[in-house]
């Protein structure tokens, strides 16, 4: 089985992920930009976790066979802060680098005017720079955020088909659907969505324009729900080539919009990082 996922925080991960991420088949990953936990206090903060997502941390997933790409934005939990807002005029310069594929994490937190303003702004830069957009719909009162969304999504010109709104359940899932945006899905212990919910969705919505993501970040998560997943479809009656289309060509297609995925070599690194406590043999 081989994966791609197209939403992880490899930032909070460690090597021992990779490791075990490597082993189970993930091929190739996209991390979006997003709030770090603490909040941020200036734009240079910013350009420091940018420069990382576009060159250390695909040098050290490299260590593991995974190709790593970017999307770069002004998440929306930060959008609204003031302190934050310069980093805006930041993003050109990032969204033209090569294993940037598209601008994102973007969208929704509180639906404030502020986030707004980010939200359209940054789906405008989207256009200008041929990239593909990843829309985070709130945590709260999702039903609405997911429409407000659509919205301004429709607003701004952007093709839908280039367009992924990611963090969908059951009762968002029509509305994207009839959209014609991809549709986005966390695999998450405890929020989110679970492997047996997601293999339903499949089932009633069929593969098409479904990308599966664990999003794996600083909270309690596991970078191989996307592997449970697939195995769940497979138990459930879904063909492997529902599985390599949802968990392979569907991120590949969607992410191949950019003109800038790279999957040369995807899998065929060995794990030499030699960080890594599991490859020291220690603990």
Request: aromatic fraction near 8%; include cysteine.
């Amino acid at each position: 089985m081989r994966i791609f996922d197209p939403h992880i925080h490899m930032t909070s991960r460690t090597t021992d992920d990779y490791t075990r991420m490597a082993a189970a088949g993930v091929r190739a990953v996209v991390e979006p930009a997003f709030w770090l936990g603490q909040p941020r206090t200036n734009p240079g903060s910013f350009t420091d976790y940018f420069d990382s997502l576009i060159g250390w941390e695909p040098y050290r997933a490299g260590k593991f066979g995974i190709r790593h790409h970017a999307a770069i934005a002004l998440n929306p939990k930060e959008a609204g802060d003031p302190r934050c807002r310069p980093v805006l005029g930041l993003l050109p310069r990032y969204l033209d680098k090569d294993g940037v594929v598209a601008v994102g994490e973007i969208g929704y937190d509180s639906m404030t005017a502020e986030e707004d303003e980010a939200f359209a702004a940054q789906l405008a830069l989207a256009v200008e720079h041929g990239l593909p957009a990843l829309v985070h719909t709130p945590h709260r009162d999702k039903v609405r955020g997911t429409r407000r969304s659509l919205d301004v999504v429709a607003e701004s010109g952007i093709p839908p088909g280039r367009v992924l709104i990611d963090h969908l359940n059951e009762v968002t899932v029509d509305l994207v659907h009839d959209s014609g945006c991809w549709m986005g899905f966390s695999i998450y212990p405890g929020t989110k969505m679970s492997p047996s919910r997601m293999v339903e969705i499949v089932r009633v919505h069929g593969p098409e324009r479904i990308l599966i993501n664990s999003a794996a970040d600083w909270g309690v998560s596991d970078p191989l729900l996307t592997l449970e997943t697939g195995r769940a479809m497979l138990a459930a009656g879904h063909t492997e080539d529902d599985v390599d289309r949802v968990l392979w060509r569907n991120p590949v297609e969607f992410y191949g919009q950019s003109g800038r995925l790279d999957l040369s070599d995807a899998g065929d690194g060995e794990p030499t990082f030699e960080g890594s406590s599991i490859l020291r043999g220690g603990n």
